[in-house]
């Protein structure tokens, strides 16, 4: 069975750090892109980033609002996917999920709620 | 980046109408890499349509999906007490994935 759990959620001062982990299990990130997607409180969708599978180099990309402060990476023996998220801002905000395949297979996690606050 | 835009905004109406959402596109979305999320409070977006007509798995057919190129819809052919929630488009054609600004079913 498919499965993304995130996790490392919290709340954090403003210029903090945080990593969200997200486990997988029945796939592999070898053979699936996976996305990390938030929705601040209220809000719509927004993609944050990516990363692509082995047949595309593990490629990461970004959204132009997280550029140089976020970082995605894997660790295949634990099965998990990172987002570290550094200089945090009051704007980032919100519940972060992680999603197989672009979401389009339907595979999503919970989510982890961050709390960007003073 | 592919700009999508959902209408209406909020849509008001009764159990057993039919209800018809829309989504544009600023630009062509390729191989109709274009689909559609039910989304209720405190909860994770819901896949319901894939490839712009495609159903989910366990998607009832109430619900369909049409359009290609930069038009799309999702009807909901009767509305159902359970239906009524926010709905965003997503399309998956290029990087970046964009998300529509959703809409809301709402009871009326």
């Known amino acids: 069975e498919v499965q993304l759990v995130e996790s490392g959620g919290g709340l954090v001062q403003p210029g903090g750090s945080l990593r969200l982990s997200c486990a997988v299990s029945?796939?592999?990130?070898?053979?699936?892109?996976v996305d990390w997607v938030r929705q601040a409180p209220g809000k719509g969708l927004e993609w944050v980033g990516r990363?692509?599978?082995?047949?595309?180099?593990?490629?990461?990309e970004y959204a132009a609002s997280v550029e140089g402060r976020f970082t995605i990476s894997r660790d295949e023996s634990k099965n998990s996917l990172y987002l570290q998220m550094n200089s945090l801002k009051t704007e980032d905000t919100a519940v972060y999920y992680c999603?197989?395949?672009?979401?389009?297979?339907?595979?999503w996690g919970q989510g982890t709620l961050v709390t960007v606050s003073s | 980046e592919i700009v999508l835009t959902q209408s209406p905004g909020t849509l008001s109406l009764s159990p057993g109408e039919r209800a018809t959402l829309s989504c544009r596109a600023s630009?062509?979305?390729?191989?109709?890499?274009l689909a559609w999320y039910q989304q209720k409070p405190g909860q994770a977006p819901r896949l319901l349509i894939y490839?712009?007509?495609s159903r989910a798995t366990g998607i009832p057919d109430r619900f369909s999906g049409s359009g290609s190129g930069t038009d799309f819809t999702l009807t909901i052919s009767s509305l159902e007490p359970e239906d009524f929630a926010v709905y965003y488009c997503?399309?998956?054609?290029?990087?970046?994935?964009?998300f529509g600004g959703g809409t809301k079913v709402e009871v009326k």
């Open positions: 630009q062509t979305v390729s191989n109709t890499y």
């Open positions: 029945g796939f592999t990130f070898s053979n699936h892109l």
């Open positions: 990363l692509r599978k082995r047949a595309f180099s593990y490629v990461t």
């Open positions: 490839g712009a007509s």
């Open positions: 999603t197989r395949d672009a979401g389009a297979t339907g595979y």
């Open positions: 997503q399309q998956y054609d290029s990087s970046p994935l964009t």
